[in-house]
């Protein structure tokens, strides 16, 4: 059973920093593209990242040159280093195994507000 376990949310102001992470279990996590989707309050599904199994990199242009997608293998974990937050990066994000949101967590909310 594919589990994804989101943390490292928080409250932040505008321009800060924060590091989320994603814990894998139940599937071969070494092989699997792995994504980073958000949720802002009223709106749909957004893809913000993904990286490939071999640590290829993608972003959305809303968050190019700012957020950071890396992964480790050894730990079966994904981590989203965020930078220079704006207002508009308040969301649930989650992380998945599709663009689409498919076998997300539970997400985990940043704020970003002064």
């Known amino acids: 059973e594919v589990r994804l376990v989101e943390s490292g949310g928080d409250l932040v102001q505008p321009g800060g920093s924060l590091r989320l992470s994603c814990a894998a279990s139940?599937?071969?996590?070494?092989?699997?593209?792995m994504f980073w989707v958000r949720q802002a309050p009223g709106k749909g599904l957004e893809w913000a990242s993904s990286?490939?199994?071999?640590?290829?990199?993608y972003y959305a242009d809303s968050v190019k040159g700012r957020f950071t997608v890396s992964r480790d293998n050894a730990k079966n974990t994904v981590y989203l280093q965020m930078n220079s937050v704006k207002l508009e990066d308040t969301a649930l994000y989650y992380c998945?195994?599709?663009?689409?949101?498919?076998?997300r967590g539970q997400g985990t909310q940043v704020t970003v507000s002064s």
């Open positions: 990286i490939s199994n071999i640590g290829t990199a």
């Open positions: 139940g599937f071969n996590f070494r092989d699997y593209n």
């Open positions: 998945a195994t599709s663009s689409l949101g498919s076998n």
